[in-house]
């Protein structure tokens, strides 16, 4: 009997306090996934890196074998300095001299990189002054790209995953939550063929050291604003129409982070996702569901799409992009 009652115990404190036990173990997970890409990377790069660091070695040793009046002090100086100048996307190569980093095009593709923290580092301010209004520029551009993206998404998202869906379920009578699940997989599968597979093929059409691998991996990088900066394309010198190329470069970043984010709503909109959310969320109180200090307008993917065009659509917690009803006249049928 005392053993009944203590699992019986053990089972209410545990339901009661699901939510801290499951975001525990989110965090375990979490950190487990941290741990596992580490030792993933460094065992997979680090043989490369060894490899590159001995050829370093001897084609410096090889360099000041041929030119005995140079010393390795003098050497060091001048590598230095040229490091310097590429970490700050100056080239000291004679095929690079033609190629300017802070011209109008460049710069456009420059601030679209800061705003939308995607920040390939490839090019930085090398003034005072612009390292200063990067600053101030930073602090109210991405809250006002943030705020931009937001409304961008709610309308699209509302023409190509809200009424899409509501039309079928209508339409054909199929149930919410399926008519959802299959639009948003198919709209994921057009979303990375159309700014994943067709651009990776062009830019390794138009960037000659590029294969595909290399050009998918660009735009995977970019559109997910992880921006490591080690691909960036219209660098090279003998690149054709450089002016253009930045200019359509920069908007095919801002529509495809449009279409990311349009897609990742469409996904956290879905019944079986937004339970699986709930699992590791504090469960709010009553006094604090009255208090609606962010309701509706906090920037997140989640929120996005929770107003509509005019007002706020009223959902039912099981069923998924349920939109609003249509108002009912007394002299004619319901308009819509």
Same mark, same amino acid.
């Given at each position: 009997?005392?053993?009944?009652? &203590? ?13 801290? $036990? %499951? ?25 490369? =890196? ?16 041929? @030119? ?7 050497? =060091? ?22 190629? $300017?980093? $802070? ?30 209004? %990067?600053?101030?520029?930073? !602090?109210?551009?991405?809250? *006002? ?26 339409? $054909?009578?199929?149930? #919410? ?5 299959? @639009? ?27 294969? *595909?691998? =290399?050009?998918?991996? *660009? ?20 690149? #054709?129409?450089?002016?253009?190329? #930045?200019?359509? !470069? ?20 879905? @019944? ?13 109180? #009553? ?5 609606? !200090? ?14 509509? &065009? ?8 099981? =069923?998924?992009?349920?939109? +609003? ?7 004619? +049928?319901?308009?819509?």
């Amino acid at each position: 009997m005392l053993q009944s009652l &203590a699992g019986s115990s053990c089972g209410r404190l545990v339901e009661r306090h699901r939510s801290a $036990w %499951c975001f525990g173990l989110l965090v375990l997970g979490y950190l487990l996934y941290l741990v596992f890409g580490a030792v993933v990377f460094s065992s997979v790069e680090l043989p490369y =890196e060894d490899l590159l660091r001995q050829e370093l070695r001897k084609l410096k040793r090889r360099f000041l074998e041929q @030119h005995e009046c140079l010393s390795e002090a003098q050497l =060091e100086r001048f590598l230095g300095r040229v490091l310097e100048a590429s970490n700050y996307g100056v080239s000291a190569l004679g095929n690079a001299s033609g190629s $300017w980093n $802070w011209d109008f095009t460049s710069a456009l593709f420059f601030a679209s990189t800061v705003l939308s923290t995607t920040g390939y580092g490839h090019t930085v301010p090398l003034s005072d002054g612009g390292k200063a209004f %990067c600053i101030i520029y930073s !602090i109210i551009g991405i809250p *006002f790209t943030l705020l931009f993206l937001t409304a961008v998404v709610q309308r699209v998202t509302i023409h190509v995953t809200r009424r899409p869906v509501l039309y079928v379920h209508r339409r $054909w009578g199929f149930s #919410k939550q399926l008519v959802a699940l299959v @639009h948003a997989v198919l709209l994921g599968v057009a979303t990375v063929s159309c700014f994943f597979f067709i651009p990776a093929a062009v830019f390794s059409v138009l960037e000659d050291d590029w294969n *595909f691998l =290399e050009s998918f991996y *660009f735009c995977f990088i970019s559109l997910s604003t992880i921006g490591l900066g080690d691909y960036v394309p219209g660098e090279g010198y003998n690149q #054709k129409f450089r002016e253009l190329y #930045k200019l359509g !470069i920069t908007c095919y970043l801002l529509l495809g982070l449009v279409a990311m984010l349009v897609v990742l709503e469409t996904f956290c909109e879905l @019944h079986e996702l937004k339970k699986f959310r709930k699992m590791f969320y504090v469960k709010k109180d #009553k006094d604090e569901d009255q208090v609606h !200090i962010m309701e509706h307008d906090q920037l997140s993917f989640s929120s996005i799409t929770d107003q509509a &065009a005019g007002g706020k659509e009223d959902q039912k917690p099981d =069923e998924p992009f349920v939109g +609003p009803e249509p108002p009912v006249h007394a002299d004619g +049928p319901p308009q819509r």
